[in-house]
């Protein structure tokens, strides 16, 4: 394997906003760290989020975060190093969290689209969802409509 990236920059009208592909055999380290390069950059715009441990306070890249729900009344940001509590009502961090990454799927939950494993289109029109850590959730009937144009489906 080679030590350098080969890069190519195409300009283009049609893209605002920049979109990056990348093109590989195999998803390696190099390529989680390409990944991990570009998403710190773009993610200047967008902040950490503070959510409780029990060690206290830390601050959750937003890259990080698998999904965001509530649990009573509890807030929980749920990521693949364990889960957190937010001060924060679910509004209020939908709010800060990018919206092209994150949508949400209920009125108490919202998901990182970059953490979904797969979507399970039901034919009774339910959407379900299965993450990377093999958790699983529904969408909501009243988001259905929207999850759908979402992902073009």
Known sequence: MKEMVDIEVVLDERYLDPKVTIQT???TRQVENII???ENVSENDFPIIPA???EGVEFVSQ???????????KVVVETENGSYS?????TGLESDLNPSRFIRISQSEIINLYKVKSFDINIAGT???EFENG???????SCVK???????V
Do not use: C, P, Q
């Open 146 to 152: 929207t999850l759908k144009e979402f992902l073009g």
């Open 86 to 90: 937010s001060k924060k009502n679910l």
């Open 135 to 141: 958790t699983k959730s529904w969408a909501s009937r």
């Open 36 to 38: 991990y390069a570009i």
């Open 127 to 129: 959407i379900g969802v």
């Open 63 to 73: 890259r990080d975060i698998i999904r965001v729900f509530t649990e009573g009344r």
């Open 52 to 54: 409780r441990s029990e």
């Open 25 to 27: 055999k195999e998803k």
